[in-house]
């Protein structure tokens, strides 16, 4: 399997404008998440789905981010309008739930979108 | 809310050193303690999982402990060696919820 697959790898964009982040998790997973990762902030989860159904998007930081997944093998992170303070770099990962607990997944990261916003 | 703390943030041993890697938690109701590896530039790969039930898991070289009514895991290194470096990062999965809570990571720097 490749793995995670994000793209684009480097986006760079001036404020104001819509910026879409894509990913493709490991076919066959059932859960997909989205990370962004600052120097300040370490790695915070966004939102994260199962089954292609939004579970949590309490990390998501205000209305001008929207995630979505309409199938099992993609899934988009939106911002819009972005804004400086939204560089960083995006992860997207993906694991098999399995069980109720959950206590045995892995979570498998793609390589990384750095956003950087002008 | 879970914290992950991981100490210390950097760390450089010469080349061959046994090390071992702290990482403590707050909330010691959990399901899980991943260790994962990150480069420079790239994403993270996952190195081990303990869970709740176990007490260590071993990979070659690394060992990972998880003592959950102290709150705190180890991740031991034996013989390091220069591609050993790289930053290392702990995460709790603690009750039904599915997301990790990561500690801010560790950076190595094994000389050569």
């Known amino acids: 399997d490749a793995g995670v697959i994000q793209s684009p790898r480097h986006e760079v964009t001036e404020m104001g404008q819509e910026v879409t982040l894509r990913c493709k998790p490991i076919s066959g997973h059932n859960s997909l998440f989205w990370y962004r990762q600052t120097m300040m902030r370490g790695l915070e989860l966004l939102i994260y789905f199962n089954n292609n159904v939004p579970i949590d998007d309490s990390g998501m930081p205000e209305d001008r981010f929207s995630a979505k997944m309409p199938n099992a093998s993609f899934s988009t992170l939106k911002i819009q309008p972005s804004e400086p303070r939204d560089s960083a770099v995006y992860f997207c990962?993906?694991?098999?739930?399995?069980?109720?607990?959950?206590?045995?997944?892995?979570?498998?990261f793609g390589p990384g979108t750095r956003l950087t916003v002008l | 809310k879970q914290e992950v703390t991981q100490i210390p943030a950097a760390l450089s041993v010469p080349e061959g050193e046994n090390l071992v890697l702290n990482c403590s938690f707050t909330d010691s109701a959990i399901y899980n303690l991943q260790w994962f590896r990150q480069d420079p530039g790239k994403g993270l790969t996952s190195l081990l999982l303990?869970?709740?039930?176990?007490r260590e898991q071993t990979s070659g070289r690394l060992n990972a402990s998880l003592d959950k009514s102290s709150g705190r895991s180890t991740l031991y290194i034996a013989a390091s060696q220069p591609g050993d470096s790289a930053t290392y990062l702990c995460?709790?999965?603690?009750?039904?919820?599915?997301?990790?809570?990561f500690g801010s990571g560790t950076q190595l720097t094994v000389l050569p």
């Open positions: 995460a709790s999965k603690e009750g039904s919820a599915r997301q990790l809570t």
């Open positions: 990962a993906s694991s098999f739930l399995a069980g109720a607990s959950g206590s045995t997944d892995t979570q498998y």
């Open positions: 303990i869970q709740s039930s176990q």
